[in-house]
C-alpha cells in the first residue's frame, strides 16, 4: 500500500507521527530516507514522545544507535555515516528484536532491512510543507490505508 500526503507543518507533522505511534506492535519499524533536514529526526522526536519516550529525541549522527526505554523500548539509528556498507550484523540484532525501530537513512544498510516496513520517503517542499511517500508492506499494509489524508 503506497500513499503520498502533504504535511503543512510541524504541527502536522506531529499529528502524523502521533498517528503512526498508535499503530505499533514489538518489532515495528519505521524507516525513513529523504534529503538533509527535511523532518526525520523530527519525526521520531513526534514519535517517541508519541509511544511514551520522555527522554529528549536528539540526532544521532555520530553514534549510528541510540536506546530509549519508556513505556516501549526505542531504538533509533542513523545510519548516515555506513554509507553503502549493506549490511550490519551488530544493528540487524535491535532491527530484528522486540523493540520499536526507527532507521534514518535505511537504503545504506538496505541488505540489512526485512521486507516488511513502514517506509516514509520525505521531500523539502518549502521552508514548513513536506511531501511525504508512505509505502507500507505486509503488516503495515492497513496502517497507510488508514493514514487520513
Ligand atoms: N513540516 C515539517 N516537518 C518536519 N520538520 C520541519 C517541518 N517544517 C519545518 N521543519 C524543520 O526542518 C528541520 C528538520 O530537521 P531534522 O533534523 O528533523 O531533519 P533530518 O531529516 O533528520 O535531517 P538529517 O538528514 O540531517 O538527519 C527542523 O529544523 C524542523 O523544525
Ligand atoms: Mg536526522
Redesign the pocket.
Same mark, same amino acid.
Given at each position: 500500500m503506497y500513499k503520498e500526503i502533504i504535511?503543512?507543518?510541524?504541527e502536522?507533522?506531529k499529528i502524523f507521527a502521533e498517528e503512526i505511534g498508535k499503530s505499533i506492535f514489538p518489532g515495528f519499524l519505521v524507516c525513513?530516507e529523504? $534529503?538533509?533536514?527535511?523532518?526525520?529526526?523530527?519525526?521520531t522526536k513526534y514519535f517517541g514522545a508519541s509511544i511514551g519516550i520522555t527522554d529528549n529525541i536528539n540526532?544521532p549522527?555520530f553514534t549510528i544507535l541510540k536506546i530509549y526505554e519508556g513505556k516501549n523500548v526505542l531504538y533509533h539509528m $542513523?545510519v548516515?555515516r555506513l554509507m553503502g556498507i549493506g549490511m550490519d550484523y551488530e544493528l540487524e540484532e535491535y532491527i530484528y528484536g522486540d523493540g520499536i525501530c526507527v532507521i534514518?537513512?535505511y537504503k545504506n544498510i538496505i541488505e540489512s532491512i526485512p521486507r516488511e516496513k513502514l517506509v516514509i520517503e520525505?521531500e523539502i517542499i518549502d521552508?514548513?510543507?513536506?511531501l511525504l511517500k508512505i509505502e507500507g508492506i505486509g503488516k503495515y499494509e492497513e496502517i497507510v490505508k488508514k493514514i487520513s489524508n
Amino acid at each position: 500500500m503506497y500513499k503520498e500526503i502533504i504535511i503543512e507543518n510541524l504541527e502536522e507533522m506531529k499529528i502524523f507521527a502521533e498517528e503512526i505511534g498508535k499503530s505499533i506492535f514489538p518489532g515495528f519499524l519505521v524507516c525513513l530516507e529523504g $534529503d538533509l533536514g527535511a523532518g526525520k529526526t523530527t519525526f521520531t522526536k513526534y514519535f517517541g514522545a508519541s509511544i511514551g519516550i520522555t527522554d529528549n529525541i536528539n540526532s544521532p549522527t555520530f553514534t549510528i544507535l541510540k536506546i530509549y526505554e519508556g513505556k516501549n523500548v526505542l531504538y533509533h539509528m $542513523d545510519v548516515y555515516r555506513l554509507m553503502g556498507i549493506g549490511m550490519d550484523y551488530e544493528l540487524e540484532e535491535y532491527i530484528y528484536g522486540d523493540g520499536i525501530c526507527v532507521i534514518e537513512w535505511y537504503k545504506n544498510i538496505i541488505e540489512s532491512i526485512p521486507r516488511e516496513k513502514l517506509v516514509i520517503e520525505m521531500e523539502i517542499i518549502d521552508i514548513n510543507r513536506r511531501l511525504l511517500k508512505i509505502e507500507g508492506i505486509g503488516k503495515y499494509e492497513e496502517i497507510v490505508k488508514k493514514i487520513s489524508n
